[in-house]
């Protein structure tokens, strides 16, 4: 299968770094402020997540995917996305916790507002400053989406 990934998640979860370091590239993540693509992923601004009046242009833009991957930075105290979030989209997502090299990070935590949201979905465990996670999260999105 040929189709993109979106990535979707709170404001400075880590979503384009977690981008950059599926995809190789070198340079620091900056703002997002719309929607990018980039290769075989959509990279989408955090605002989009967090303000419902953003989650049409979410759900619209799930039409050129193939996977949504929701993402929960380790760090927060708190799920972004409702309950059961995952269900409103026409593909399969997953859940990736970011930032697992923290030293304020709380993977278990992480792992439950995910669950929350997106049920019994697989979810991966990552960083992109040691990279932790992040060659199994890749192996899995490419055997699964990426041409
Ligand atoms: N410790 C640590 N910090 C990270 C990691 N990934 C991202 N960060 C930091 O988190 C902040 C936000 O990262 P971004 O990748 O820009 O976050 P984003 O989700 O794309 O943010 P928006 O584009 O605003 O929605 C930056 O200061 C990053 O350096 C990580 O794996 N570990
Ligand atoms: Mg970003």
């Not at 105290?77 to 309950?83: K, S, T, V």
């Amino acid at each position: 299968m040929s189709k993109r990934v979106m990535v979707i998640g709170a404001i400075e979860a880590g979503k384009s770094s977690l981008i950059k370091a599926l995809l190789q590239k070198e340079q620091p993540a900056r703002k997002t402020q719309a929607l990018e693509y980039a290769d075989w992923v959509i990279d989408t601004p955090g605002e989009y997540s967090e303000n419902p009046m953003f989650y049409r242009t979410l759900m619209a833009t799930a039409l050129e995917a193939g996977m949504i991957v929701m993402v929960q930075d380790a760090t927060r105290d708190r799920n972004y996305f409702p309950p059961g979030f995952s269900q409103g989209f026409p593909h399969a997502c997953i859940g990736v916790i970011t930032k697992a090299d923290h030293p304020a990070a709380d993977v278990k935590r992480a792992e439950a507002f995910l669950r929350q949201s997106i049920g019994g979905a697989r979810i991966f465990c990552t960083s992109a400053h040691t990279l932790e996670g992040v060659e199994e999260l890749r192996s899995f999105l490419q055997a699964h989406c990426k041409p």
